[in-house]
Protein backbone atom coordinates (compact mmCIF):
# COMPACT_ATOMS: atom_id res chain seq x y z
CA UNK A 1 0.00 0.00 0.00
CA UNK A 2 1.20 3.43 -0.85
CA UNK A 3 1.58 6.71 1.12
CA UNK A 4 -0.72 8.53 -0.85
CA UNK A 5 -3.51 5.50 -0.28
CA UNK A 6 -2.84 5.66 3.65
CA UNK A 7 -2.41 8.93 4.58
CA UNK A 8 -4.74 10.46 6.37
CA UNK A 9 -5.27 14.37 7.64
CA UNK A 10 -7.37 15.68 10.54
CA UNK A 11 -7.46 19.08 11.35
CA UNK A 12 -7.55 21.20 14.64
CA UNK A 13 -8.13 24.82 15.79
CA UNK A 14 -8.67 27.22 17.82
CA UNK A 15 -11.26 29.15 17.83
CA UNK A 16 -12.00 32.67 19.34
CA UNK A 17 -14.51 34.77 16.96
CA UNK A 18 -17.22 32.75 15.20
CA UNK A 19 -17.47 35.76 12.88
CA UNK A 20 -13.97 35.50 11.46
CA UNK A 21 -14.35 31.16 11.80
CA UNK A 22 -17.62 30.88 9.48
CA UNK A 23 -16.03 33.34 6.84
CA UNK A 24 -12.51 31.88 6.77
CA UNK A 25 -11.55 28.34 7.90
CA UNK A 26 -15.49 26.39 7.85
CA UNK A 27 -15.91 28.37 4.01
CA UNK A 28 -12.93 26.07 3.24
CA UNK A 29 -14.08 23.44 0.64
CA UNK A 30 -12.40 20.43 2.48
CA UNK A 31 -13.70 20.89 5.79
CA UNK A 32 -17.31 21.51 4.66
CA UNK A 33 -19.77 18.59 4.45
CA UNK A 34 -18.21 15.54 4.20
CA UNK A 35 -14.96 16.25 4.36
CA UNK A 36 -11.95 16.44 6.92
CA UNK A 37 -12.48 16.11 10.89
CA UNK A 38 -12.09 18.93 12.18
CA UNK A 39 -11.65 19.65 16.24
CA UNK A 40 -12.67 22.99 17.18
CA UNK A 41 -11.75 24.11 20.65
CA UNK A 42 -13.41 27.85 21.65
CA UNK A 43 -11.92 30.51 23.92
CA UNK A 44 -8.60 28.11 25.17
CA UNK A 45 -6.37 29.36 27.26
CA UNK A 46 -3.17 28.50 25.02
CA UNK A 47 -2.55 26.85 21.19
CA UNK A 48 -1.55 23.90 23.33
CA UNK A 49 -4.53 23.68 25.11
CA UNK A 50 -6.37 22.67 21.83
CA UNK A 51 -3.60 20.76 20.08
CA UNK A 52 -2.58 18.27 22.78
CA UNK A 53 -6.06 17.23 23.35
CA UNK A 54 -6.75 16.73 20.03
CA UNK A 55 -2.94 14.85 19.61
CA UNK A 56 -3.65 12.59 22.31
CA UNK A 57 -7.15 11.75 21.40
CA UNK A 58 -5.66 10.39 17.67
CA UNK A 59 -2.78 8.84 19.65
CA UNK A 60 -4.42 5.84 20.63
CA UNK A 61 -5.10 5.07 16.74
CA UNK A 62 -1.76 6.36 15.37
CA UNK A 63 0.43 5.24 12.27
CA UNK A 64 3.17 6.75 10.37
CA UNK A 65 0.46 8.19 7.64
CA UNK A 66 -2.00 9.99 10.02
CA UNK A 67 -0.88 13.85 10.30
CA UNK A 68 -2.85 16.45 12.19
CA UNK A 69 -3.27 19.66 10.45
CA UNK A 70 -3.04 22.93 13.57
CA UNK A 71 -4.95 25.47 11.31
CA UNK A 72 -5.58 29.51 12.48
CA UNK A 73 -9.52 30.59 12.36
CA UNK A 74 -8.62 33.02 9.76
CA UNK A 75 -7.37 30.97 7.07
CA UNK A 76 -9.07 29.70 4.07
CA UNK A 77 -8.25 26.28 2.09
CA UNK A 78 -8.92 26.86 -1.08
CA UNK A 79 -10.65 24.32 -2.99
CA UNK A 80 -8.43 21.18 -3.55
CA UNK A 81 -6.31 22.27 -1.15
CA UNK A 82 -5.91 18.87 0.86
CA UNK A 83 -4.83 16.56 -1.91
CA UNK A 84 -2.26 18.90 -2.68
CA UNK A 85 -1.05 19.28 0.69
CA UNK A 86 -1.21 15.68 0.79
CA UNK A 87 0.55 15.19 -2.52
CA UNK A 88 3.41 17.87 -1.31
CA UNK A 89 3.53 15.94 2.41
CA UNK A 90 3.77 12.54 0.17
CA UNK A 91 6.66 14.04 -2.01
CA UNK A 92 8.29 15.56 0.80
CA UNK A 93 8.54 12.43 3.15
CA UNK A 94 10.05 10.58 0.62
CA UNK A 95 13.09 13.49 0.58
CA UNK A 96 13.05 13.76 3.98
CA UNK A 97 12.65 10.85 5.42
CA UNK A 98 13.22 11.60 9.23
CA UNK A 99 10.47 14.42 8.72
CA UNK A 100 7.60 15.41 11.99
CA UNK A 101 6.75 18.95 11.05
CA UNK A 102 5.29 20.54 7.78
CA UNK A 103 4.30 24.10 7.21
CA UNK A 104 3.60 26.24 4.61
CA UNK A 105 5.83 29.23 5.92
CA UNK A 106 9.17 29.56 6.95
CA UNK A 107 12.53 30.20 8.14
CA UNK A 108 16.05 28.19 7.61
CA UNK A 109 18.95 29.73 9.20
CA UNK A 110 19.27 32.87 11.35
CA UNK A 111 19.85 37.03 10.46
CA UNK A 112 21.66 37.91 7.55
CA UNK A 113 22.18 34.11 6.70
CA UNK A 114 18.22 33.44 7.07
CA UNK A 115 16.65 32.22 4.06
CA UNK A 116 12.34 32.47 4.03
CA UNK A 117 10.39 29.63 2.21
CA UNK A 118 7.14 29.20 1.32
CA UNK A 119 3.98 29.91 -0.82
CA UNK A 120 1.00 31.59 0.77
CA UNK A 121 -1.64 34.84 0.51
CA UNK A 122 -1.39 37.09 3.17
CA UNK A 123 -3.95 39.88 3.92
CA UNK A 124 -4.40 39.64 -0.03
CA UNK A 125 -0.76 39.71 -1.19
CA UNK A 126 0.80 36.54 -2.68
CA UNK A 127 3.91 35.56 -1.12
CA UNK A 128 6.06 33.22 -3.20
CA UNK A 129 9.57 33.23 -1.89
CA UNK A 130 12.06 31.76 -4.55
CA UNK A 131 13.64 28.53 -2.41
CA UNK A 132 12.77 25.68 -3.79
CA UNK A 133 10.36 23.52 -1.69
CA UNK A 134 9.73 21.06 -0.04
CA UNK A 135 13.17 22.86 2.02
CA UNK A 136 14.11 21.95 5.92
CA UNK A 137 13.43 24.62 7.94
CA UNK A 138 14.02 26.04 11.73
CA UNK A 139 11.15 28.01 11.95
CA UNK A 140 7.59 28.19 10.65
CA UNK A 141 4.53 30.21 10.99
CA UNK A 142 1.99 29.01 13.35
CA UNK A 143 -1.03 30.39 10.05
CA UNK A 144 -0.92 26.13 9.37
CA UNK A 145 1.31 23.28 10.01
CA UNK A 146 1.06 19.60 10.36
CA UNK A 147 2.51 16.99 12.92
CA UNK A 148 2.45 13.58 12.25
CA UNK A 149 0.78 12.04 15.03
CA UNK A 150 2.98 9.38 15.69
CA UNK A 151 6.19 11.77 16.41
CA UNK A 152 4.14 12.45 20.06
CA UNK A 153 4.94 16.02 19.72
CA UNK A 154 3.27 18.88 21.92
CA UNK A 155 3.11 22.40 21.92
CA UNK A 156 4.07 24.08 24.98
CA UNK A 157 1.18 26.10 26.85
CA UNK A 158 4.15 28.60 28.44
CA UNK A 159 4.16 29.95 24.76
CA UNK A 160 0.27 30.90 24.88
CA UNK A 161 -0.15 32.09 21.45
CA UNK A 162 3.19 32.86 19.91
CA UNK A 163 6.32 31.25 19.02
CA UNK A 164 4.66 27.89 19.52
CA UNK A 165 5.14 26.60 16.13
CA UNK A 166 9.11 27.39 15.94
CA UNK A 167 9.35 26.14 19.36
CA UNK A 168 8.00 22.89 17.72
CA UNK A 169 10.41 22.66 15.16
CA UNK A 170 13.05 22.80 17.60
CA UNK A 171 11.90 20.31 19.66
CA UNK A 172 11.31 17.73 16.91
CA UNK A 173 15.06 19.16 15.93
CA UNK A 174 16.46 17.88 19.44
CA UNK A 175 14.81 14.35 18.54
CA UNK A 176 16.87 13.95 15.04
CA UNK A 177 13.42 14.84 13.35
CA UNK A 178 13.12 17.06 10.38
CA UNK A 179 10.90 19.70 9.25
CA UNK A 180 9.72 21.60 6.26
CA UNK A 181 7.48 23.96 4.25
CA UNK A 182 6.00 22.41 1.66
CA UNK A 183 3.71 24.35 -1.72
CA UNK A 184 0.26 24.66 -0.54
CA UNK A 185 -0.84 27.58 -0.83
CA UNK A 186 -3.33 29.24 1.42
CA UNK A 187 -4.96 32.16 2.38
CA UNK A 188 -4.04 33.81 5.62
CA UNK A 189 -6.32 36.81 6.97
CA UNK A 190 -4.47 37.80 10.10
CA UNK A 191 -6.33 41.44 11.62
CA UNK A 192 -2.74 41.48 13.72
CA UNK A 193 -0.77 44.38 12.28
CA UNK A 194 2.75 43.95 10.96
CA UNK A 195 3.88 47.29 12.34
CA UNK A 196 2.09 50.61 13.84
CA UNK A 197 -0.74 50.78 15.85
CA UNK A 198 -1.56 47.58 17.80
CA UNK A 199 -3.68 46.34 21.02
CA UNK A 200 -1.78 47.08 24.37
CA UNK A 201 -2.93 43.74 25.16
CA UNK A 202 -1.57 41.88 21.99
CA UNK A 203 2.02 43.56 22.19
CA UNK A 204 1.87 42.55 26.07
CA UNK A 205 1.08 38.98 25.33
CA UNK A 206 3.40 38.47 22.74
CA UNK A 207 6.78 40.43 24.92
CA UNK A 208 5.29 37.64 27.44
CA UNK A 209 5.62 34.85 25.40
CA UNK A 210 9.06 35.92 23.51
CA UNK A 211 9.99 35.82 27.54
CA UNK A 212 9.37 32.06 27.61
CA UNK A 213 11.10 31.83 24.10
CA UNK A 214 14.01 33.47 24.65
CA UNK A 215 15.01 31.62 27.44
CA UNK A 216 13.95 28.23 26.56
CA UNK A 217 16.21 28.25 23.83
CA UNK A 218 18.71 30.58 24.45
CA UNK A 219 21.94 28.00 23.65
CA UNK A 220 19.83 27.94 20.06
CA UNK A 221 20.43 31.82 19.86
CA UNK A 222 20.41 33.39 17.04
CA UNK A 223 17.57 32.51 15.68
CA UNK A 224 14.80 33.62 13.44
CA UNK A 225 11.16 33.67 13.05
CA UNK A 226 8.59 34.73 9.83
CA UNK A 227 8.32 38.08 12.10
CA UNK A 228 11.43 38.55 14.60
CA UNK A 229 15.13 38.02 14.87
CA UNK A 230 16.71 36.99 18.13
CA UNK A 231 20.31 37.19 18.48
CA UNK A 232 19.47 37.49 22.93
CA UNK A 233 17.26 37.75 25.00
CA UNK A 234 14.87 41.05 24.93
CA UNK A 235 15.20 41.20 21.20
CA UNK A 236 11.76 40.15 20.41
CA UNK A 237 10.40 43.46 23.41
CA UNK A 238 13.41 46.04 21.25
CA UNK A 239 11.67 45.39 17.83
CA UNK A 240 7.89 45.91 19.19
CA UNK A 241 9.15 49.10 21.26
CA UNK A 242 10.72 50.55 18.01
CA UNK A 243 8.05 49.34 15.46
CA UNK A 244 4.71 49.30 17.55
CA UNK A 245 2.73 51.96 19.43
CA UNK A 246 -0.47 51.42 21.29
CA UNK A 247 -3.77 53.37 20.61
CA UNK A 248 -3.97 56.25 23.57
Known amino acids: MTHSETLRLSFVSCASDQQVLAQRLLASPCLGAGGHRLALHFNASSAAEGFNATMAAQAVAADEDRWLVWVHQDVFLPPGWDLGFTQALIGAQQQFPQLAVVGVYGVAGAGASARRAGHVRDRGTLLREPAALPMLVDSLDEMLFAVRVGSQLQLDPALGFDFYATDLVLQAQARGLQCA ?68
Open 181 to 248: VVDACCEHWSSTPSSGAAPRRLLQRIEASARVFEAKWAQRLPLSTPCFDMGAAGDVAAFIAAHFHSPP
